[in-house]
C-alpha cells in the first residue's frame, strides 16, 4: 500500500519510524536536496535525469554523502516492490552532515483536475529570488511564503519576479510565455534546469515553436505582450496559465496543450 513503508538508507522502514531529529543542524538549517518523481505503471519517468539532478544539488551545496548513485535507483524500486506501487508520486530525500541519510517515500500520484488544462490556472507574480537556483534544495521559505499568498488571492502558484522585473520561475515550477509567435523563458543559470523543462523545450523545437532564453518582463505580462503563458512541473507537464493576478488570458491554449501532450507521450520513453 502507498505510503505504508519508507526506505532508510536502503532499509525498509515503517512509515511511523522515518524521522529526524530536529536537534540536527543540518535539519534545523534545511541543509538538504530532494527530488519528486513520478511512478506510472510500476516504472518511474526519467529516473536517470532526476538522480543526475539530485548530484548536481547535492554537488552545489558541496552535502556530501556515501550513497551510489545506482544504490538510491535500486532502493527506489524496492520501495515499489515492497508497497505493491502501480502510479504514485515519489520522493527522494537527502539530508547531508556528518551522518547523512537519505530517505525515499511514496504518496498518491498526484494529478490535477481537468479544468486546470481546459479553463488554465490563475498565477501572482512575488518578488524575491531563491538562493541558488540551480539546486533543487530544503530551503523553502520563499516558496512557502509565495504559494500562501497565491492562495489568498485565489490562485494556483506564484511567479517569482526577480530585481531586475523578470519573471523568472514559480514556487514548484518553471513558467514561459509566448509573445510574437516566440516562447520565452529564462535562461538555465537562473532557474532550476527542471527535468521536465528539457522536455518542453524539446516539444517547443519539434512542433516548430521559436524559444527564446530570456525571461518576460513582469511589466510585459501585465501590459498583454504576452497571449499564452504556462508552467511546467513533473506533476503537471505544461499546465496554461489562465490570468495573471486579475489580467485574464483569453485564448484556447492550443500550443501549451500540444507541448503538454508530447511532454507525456514520452514519458515511459527512456530515448525521450
Known amino acids: ?16 519510524d522515518a524521522v529526524v531529529s530536529v536537534g540536527l543542524r543540518e535539519v534545523q538549517y534545511g541543509f538538504c536536496t530532494y527530488e519528486s518523481l513520478r511512478v506510472l505503471h510500476g516504472k518511474v519517468v526519467h529516473l536517470d535525469d532526476h538522480l543526475s539532478r539530485l548530484r548536481i544539488s547535492c554537488e552545489g551545496i558541496r552535502l556530501a554523502h556515501p550513497f551510489p ?47 486546470f488544462y481546459r479553463d488554465g490556472v490563475g498565477v501572482i507574480t512575488y518578488h524575491g529570488e531563491r538562493l541558488m537556483p540551480s539546486c533543487k534544495t530544503g530551503n523553502l521559505l520563499l516558496a512557502y511564503m509565495a504559494v ?53 523545450l524539446k516539444a517547443a523545437s519539434v512542433l516548430g515553436f521559436p524559444v527564446a532564453h530570456r525571461a518576460p518582463k513582469e511589466k510585459d505580462l501585465f501590459a498583454g505582450e504576452y497571449d499564452e503563458c504556462f508552467i511546467s512541473a513533473t506533476s503537471m507537464a505544461a499546465m496554461p496559465v489562465g490570468r495573471i493576478g486579475r489580467r485574464i488570458l483569453s485564448g484556447n491554449h492550443e500550443r501549451t496543450l500540444s507541448i503538454c501532450k508530447m511532454v507525456r507521450s514520452w514519458e515511459l520513453d527512456d530515448n525521450a
Not at 1 to 16: F, Q, Y
Not at 186 to 193: E, I, N, P, R, T
Request: include cysteine; hydrophobic fraction near 40%.
Open 69 to 115: 548513485y545506482l544504490s538510491i535507483a535500486e532502493w527506489v524500486y524496492l520501495l515499489i516492490q515492497t508497497d505493491g506501487i502501480d502510479d504514485a508520486t515519489m520522493k527522494i530525500l537527502l539530508y547531508g552532515g556528518p551522518h547523512a541519510m537519505c530517505f525515499v517515500m511514496a504518496s498518491p500520484l498526484l494529478s490535477y483536475p481537468d479544468e
Open 148 to 200: 500562501e499568498e497565491a492562495k489568498r488571492q485565489g490562485c494556483f502558484e506564484a511567479v517569482l519576479v526577480n530585481r531586475d522585473g523578470e519573471a523568472l520561475e514559480g514556487t514548484r515550477s518553471n513558467f514561459y510565455g509566448f509573445r510574437n509567435g516566440v516562447l520565452y523563458t529564462a535562461g538555465d543559470g537562473k532557474v532550476l534546469s527542471g527535468v521536465t523543462r528539457s522536455r518542453v
Open 1 to 16: 500500500m502507498i505510503g505504508e513503508h519508507v526506505i532508510k538508507d536502503g532499509v525498509v522502514i515503517d512509515s511511523r
